[in-house]
């Protein structure tokens, strides 16, 4: 059973960082584009960031600059650094395979931005 666990999230004032981890278990994931997704209240799920098993990446232009994804495939592991945070950016973020698989979602950590 495949499964994706994320963790690293927390309460975090604006202007301030936080370092998101994924691990994947149930299978291999070096050759698959990954990706972090987030959904806030009320709104759809979005992809915010995905990365390549080359290591070639993508960002939504609400995140260029501010956050960084990178992988371990050695590890199954993939990682969000998020830095510069504002309110707007208060989420559950998810990883996932990009484009996603409805199955391999988990549970998500939240990021809650706000003094």
């Known amino acids: 059973q495949v499964q994706f666990v994320e963790s690293g999230g927390g309460l975090v004032q604006p202007g301030g960082s936080l370092r998101l981890s994924c691990a994947a278990s149930?299978?291999?994931?070096?050759?698959?584009?990954l990706g972090w997704y987030r959904q806030a209240p009320g709104k759809q799920r979005e992809l915010v960031a995905h990365?390549?098993?080359?290591?070639?990446?993508n960002y939504a232009e609400s995140v260029k600059g501010r956050f960084t994804i990178s992988r371990d495939s050695a590890k199954n592991t993939a990682v969000l650094q998020m830095n510069s945070l504002k309110p707007e950016d208060t989420a559950v973020y998810y990883c996932?395979?990009?484009?996603?698989?409805?199955?391999?979602w988990g549970q998500g950590t939240q990021v809650t931005v706000s003094s």
């Open positions: 149930g299978t291999i994931f070096k050759f698959y584009i």
């Open positions: 990365i390549t098993g080359g290591g070639s990446t």
């Open positions: 996932n395979t990009a484009p996603h698989t409805d199955n391999y």
